[in-house]
C-alpha cells in the first residue's frame, strides 16, 4: 500500500543509524506516524543499540535530547508532529546552537498543497528555527524520483555528520507528509551504506617564541570529545596553573585553581604574580570577569579550537590556533617549557584561601549548600542549572572526586534545566541536579521524563522562592518595583511536586544532614530541598568576598 | 544618568498605550529591566487602566498574551530577556499567526557588539520568530541620532495598529540594550500623540442574481470583533439555517445547526435538502468534512473576509467577498431572500436528532461529558482544548445558554491551553476550561498563573490517560507499537496536581453530579477529573454514528 514511503522513510532511519544516532526522542502525533511507528519496528527488530524515548512535551523533549547528545557527545534525534509541536523546540535548538550540540529535529510537515491555504495545524514549518540552525533540509519522503532513495541515504548523512563536525550545532530536517500515513510494517529493510568521512590526521608545531613567561591556561567549558585529562596531565607536567572553569571537566586537579570570578572581584588576583601568557580551551568561561581581566591587564591570549568563531566577546585574543585542543596540547607538550615553581605555588595557594573562607560560613545557605556538594562520588553526573547555582559552582565548588558537570551553559537560560539533566542521567549510577527553584518551576514537566526513564536523578532544590541572582544586580535599588518585577516568589511546594511524581522527598535543614545525603549513591527520582533566604544568601556572599579580600590585605 | 534611555522607552510605551495596549505580560530578567520597570511606573502612577502580568515560564506567558489578545480582542504585549526566554514565546506566536491574534512580543537582547562573538546569552534574535510574524524591527532605543524618539513613537504605533488590522497577527519588536540597565525612575513622561489609523466607511453592494436557491450560513471560527449577533439575526429573518461551528459564537441560536460533521459522517446528509449556496465566515471550520462535503457536491461557496487569504484548503470557494462579516451582512439584510421553510425547518429537525443519540448514551464518559456541559450558565466563558475535546464540542454540544467559546484553533496544538484559559478569564466571573489529560499536563505551568492572577477557572479534565483521539486513527491497527507511541498514559495524578496548586478538586463520577458542577458559578481555581476510558470512549462514538444514521434508514 505504501510501500514506497516506506522504504524511502526507513533510508532515512537507517542513514541516521549509520551515523551514529542511538536515541530518538519521539513525540506523540499523528503526522509523524510513519517514521515513528518505522522507528519503533526498527529498535524492536532490527537493531539493539538505539532508543526510543517518549516525551509528551515536546519543549521538554528538546532538551531532553539536548542532554543526551550533550553529555555523550553524540548526535540525539527529535521527532515531532507538524504545527506548534515543532516550534515547541525552539528553545532547545537555540541552546544547541549556543552551546555546539548536534541536536537533529525531524519535523514532520503537512504537504505543499495544504500550505498557507487555511489547512489546520499548518505552519510554515521551512527554515523553522532560522538562524539557529547550522542546515535546515525538507526532503520529500513520498516523490516518485527514480533518485529519492540515493538522496535521502546522502542527504541524511551528510546532515548528521555536519551537525557532528566541529563546531556542532542543531539541524532541521523537513519532512512533509500526505496521507495515508500508515507505513507497511513488516516489509523487508533496505541496504543502506555508510558513508565514512575520513578523519585527517592533523598535527601542528608550535615554537616555544611566544613562552617569554609564566603560563596559564585557562580551561572554558568543555565542548565534544573530552580532552580534560591530557589537560591536566600537560598542565602538570609543566607546572602550568589551570583556571579550571566549572564545566572544564578539569575539577578537581593538582593544577585546578577554583573561584576565579571571586579571586578578582576579592581583588586577591593583585597579589599573584601576573601570567606573560593565557592558553584558552573551550567556550566562554562562566566567569563573566576572567576575559576582562585578560585584556586590563594585556596580558597575551592563544585561543585554541575549532570552534572559535565569535568565542572572545573582549576582542582580545593575540593568537588563534584553529586545531582541536588535543593536537595542540600534543604540540604544547613537546615544548621545554616549565613554569617556575613560585609562580605555580602562588596561584595553587589560592586554594586554601578560598576554602577556608568558605568554611567560615556558618548560616545554612547557597553556599553551605556548594560546598556539602564537593564530598560528592567519583563519577558522579553533575547537572548544574544556570543563573546563581553556575555562578557559586564556579566560584566554590572545590570538588573532592572526579564528577562530570554539565550545564546549558550557551544561551544560559533557565528552562528546560530538568529535562536535559535526565537526558544526562541515562544509562549513569549516580546523577545530581542542582537548581533554583524559578529553574525548577519552569520545567517540571521534565519530572515526568524522570519518572518515565526509571533513572536515578538526585534534583537539589535551593529554594529561596524567586530570583535571587537580582539581589546582586543594580535592579535591586528599585524598591517599590523589585519584589513584583525582580523576586518573583512562585510560592511553590517542592514536596507536593514531589508527591506528584511519585518522588522520594527529603528537607535538609543543616549542612551535615546534606553531606550525608550527598555522599550516598542516587536512587529514583529523589528531591532535596534546601531553603534558603535572598537577603541573608546575599549578605553571605559579601562577607565572603570581603574576607578573601582581607586575607591578602585587600580589605 | 540615563536619561535619554528613559526618555525613549517612556516613548516606546506610550506608544504602546495609544494604540490601545492595555495589557503586558512580563517574565523576568535582567535585560529588560529599563523596560520592566518604566512599565510598572506607567501602570503605577501613569495610568489607571493598563495591566502588568507576570510569568517567569515564557511559554505560558506567550499563551497567558494569547489568551487574552483573543477574547479581548485587543493588542497584548509580551516582555521577556534576552536568550532562550524570547524563545519560548514562538510556540504562541505560531498560534497567534494561524488564528490571527495581535500578540506582540518585546524581546530585549544583547547590543551589536557582543553579537556572535561568544558573549553569554546571546542568540541572533533579530527576525526570531520568522515566517509566524507579520512584521519584525529591531529599534536601538539608546541611539543618539535626534530622530530616535520620533521614530520610536511613530514605528512603534504603526506596528500596534498593523498587528491589529485584519487579518490580525504577531509582531516582534527586538530591543537591544547596553548596560547600564537602570532607567531614571521619577523622570517626567513625555507628550506622546497618538496616531489616528482612520476607520474606511466601506460598503459593498449585493444584486441577487446569485441566489438561485436555498442558502445555508457557515460560520466558521470568529476572530476579530464579534459578529455573531448579527449574523443571527440576519440568518433568522432570512430563515438560513446557520452550520455553526463550536467557535463560531452562533449556539444556540434559533437556526444554528450542531453538529454538522457527525450528520456528514453518520449519512444523515444525504436526507437533507441540498443548498445551492453556502456562504462562508471566519476561519477554517474544525469539522473536516464540511468543506469536503460543499466540494463533493459542487454547491457553490461564497467566502466572505478580509481574511481570506489562504482560508479554503479544499479550493473550492467560488466567490471571494473581501470585506468584514458586518458589512456583508448589512448588505445581505438589504436582499428580498427568504428560505422556504421546508428547507429550514428540515435542517432544524436534525438537531433534536443529535440531542435524541446523544441522549441514549449511559455510559459516563467523553459524550455524557459534553452533554453536561451543555448546561452552563449564561455569559460563561468557555476555553476548548485541542484534539478530542474541540471535535466533541463542536459535534455534540447543543449549549443551553450563550456561552462565550474559545480554542487556540490555528495551529491546533496541545500546548499552552491552560495559561490561554487563564488569559480569558480575567475579570470575567464565570470560565470553564475543557480539556484531556495530555493537554493538561503540556500546560500545567499554566495552573501557577491561574493561582496568582486570583481568577474563577473551573478546569474539567476528561482524563483518559493519555491520548484518545489515536483510538479513532489508522494509527490504532499498529497494535505492537500503539500503546508506546499514541496511547502514551502518564499516569497523572490531577487530585494531586490539585494539592500543588491549592485548587479545589472534585472527582465526578455520574453525569448528574457533574450537572451540578456546571451549573454553579466557578470559584477560584477548580479541578475537576472525571475518569473515562479510550477503547469504550472510542466504541460509544461509533454507536452515537450508527445511531444516527439509522434515524434516517442510512444505517
New interface residues.
Given amino acids: 500500500m505504501n510501500e514506497q514511503l516506506t522504504e524511502n522513510i526507513k533510508a532515512l532511519i537507517e542513514s541516521l543509524y549509520q551515523q551514529g544516532v542511538r536515541h530518538v526522542v ?1 513525540s ?1 502525533g ?1 503526522r509523524t ?1 510513519p517514521v ?2 518505522l522507528l ?2 526498527f529498535v ?1 527488530h532490527q537493531v539493539a543499540d538505539m532508543h ?1 524515548h ?1 516525551a ?4 521538554s523533549a528538546g532538551f531532553l535530547g539536548l542532554g543526551i547528545a550533550k553529555t555523550k557527545n553524540e548526535p540525539v534525534v527529535l521527532l515531532a508532529t507538524s ?3 515543532t ?2 523546540y ?2 532547545a535548538m ?2 544547541a ?2 552551546s555546539h550540540v548536534p541536536l537533529i529535529a525531524l519535523t514532520t510537515d503537512r504537504p505543499e498543497e ?1 500550505q ?9 514549518q521551512t ?2 528555527y ?3 540552525t547550522k542546515a535546515d533540509v525538507t526532503i520529500s519522503v513520498q516523490s516518485t524520483t527514480p533518485d529519492t532513495f540515493a538522496y535521502i541515504v546522502y542527504k541524511t548523512q551528510h546532515l548528521v555528520h555536519l551537525a557532528t563536525t566541529a563546531p556542532a550545532g542543531p539541524i532541521q530536517i523537513n519532512l512533509p507528509l500526505r496521507k ?3 507505513p507497511d ?1 513488516g516489509q523487508a529493510w533496505p541496504e543502506v551504506t555508510p558513508i565514512v568521512f575520513a578523519a585527517t590526521n592533523a598535527s601542528v608545531q608550535l615554537d616555544d617564541e611566544w613562552l617569554q613567561g609564566p603560563v596559564i591556561f585557562l580551561a572554558g567549558p568543555q565542548e565534544g570529545a573530552n580532552y580534560s585529562e591530557q589537560l591536566s596531565q600537560v598542565a602538570q607536567r609543566h607546572h602550568i596553573p589551570v583556571i579550571a572553569d566549572v564545566l572544564s571537566q578539569t575539577r578537581p586537579g593538582l593544577t585546578a585553581i577554583v573561584g576565579i570570578d571571586a579571586l578578582i572581584s576579592a581583588g586577591t588576583i593583585a597579589d599573584l604574580p601576573m601570567p606573560k601568557l593565557v592558553v584558552r580551551f573551550g ?2 568561561p562562566v566567569s ?1 570577569k576572567v576575559l576582562a581581566w585578560l585584556k586590563e591587564h594585556q596580558i597575551q591570549v592563544v585561543q585554541v579550537g575549532t570552534a572559535f ?5 573582549t ?1 582580545y585574543t593575540d593568537v588563534v590556533v584553529e586545531t582541536e585542543a588535543p593536537i595542540f596540547l600534543n604540540a604544547f607538550d613537546q615544548l621545554d617549557f616549565k613554569n617556575n615553581a613560585e609562580f605555580s605555588q602562588a596561584w595553587q595557594d589560592t586554594q586554601k584561601d578560598v576554602a577556608r573562607v568558605i568554611a567560615n560560613v556558618t548560616d545554612f545557605n547557597d553556599l553551605q549548600v556548594v560546598q556539602a556538594m564537593t564530598q560528592l562520588p567519583a563519577d558522579t553526573n553533575l547537572f548544574i542549572a544556570n543563573s546563581m547555582p553556575i555562578r557559586d559552582y564556579d566560584n566554590y565548588w572545590q570538588a573532592q572526586n572526579a564528577v562530570h558537570v554539565w550545564a546549558n ?5 533557565i ?2 534545566t530538568i529535562s536535559s539533566a535526565v537526558g544526562m542521567a541515562l544509562d549513569h549510577e549516580n546523577n545530581w541536579l542542582a537548581i533554583g527553584d ?1 529553574a525548577f ?2 520545567d ?2 521534565g519530572l ?1 521524563l524522570a519518572k518515565q526513564e526509571k533513572i536515578n536523578l538526585t534534583i537539589l532544590v535551593t529554594n529561596n522562592d524567586g ?1 535571587g ?2 539581589s546582586f ?3 535591586a ?2 524598591d ?2 523589585f519584589e ?3 523576586g ?1 516568589g ?1 510560592g ?2 517542592i514536596a ?2 514531589a ?2 511524581y511519585n518522588a522520594k522527598y527529603t528537607l535538609a535543614t543543616s549542612q551535615q544532614a546534606l553531606v550525608e545525603l550527598v555522599k550516598a549513591p542516587s536512587q529514583g527520582l529523589h528531591l532535596i530541598e534546601v531553603q534558603t533566604q535572598r537577603q541573608t544568601n546575599y549578605e553571605t556572599h559579601q562577607t565572603v568576598l570581603k574576607e578573601l579580600g582581607a586575607l591578602h590585605g585587600n580589605d
Fill in positions: 519521539v506523540p499523528s506516524t515513528a511507528l519503533a519496528e524492536t526510543l517518549i509528551v512535551d515536546e519543549r504545527g506548534t509541536a516550534v515547541n525552539a528553545p537555540a541552546e546552537s549556543s495544504l498557507a491555504i487555511g489547512a489546520p495545524q499548518t505552519l510554515h527554515n523553522l532560522g538562524d539557529q495515508p500515513l500508515m510494517l567556550g566562554t563573566a568563531s565569535g568565542r572572545d566577546h576582542r551553559r550557551g544561551a544560559n537560560g528552562d528546560g524559578l518551576y519552569h517540571m514537566n515526568m530570583g541572582i537580582f544586580l543594580p535592579q535599588a528599585a517599590e518595583y513584583l518585577l525582580f518573583t512562585q511553590l511546594s507536593k511536586v508527591e506528584l
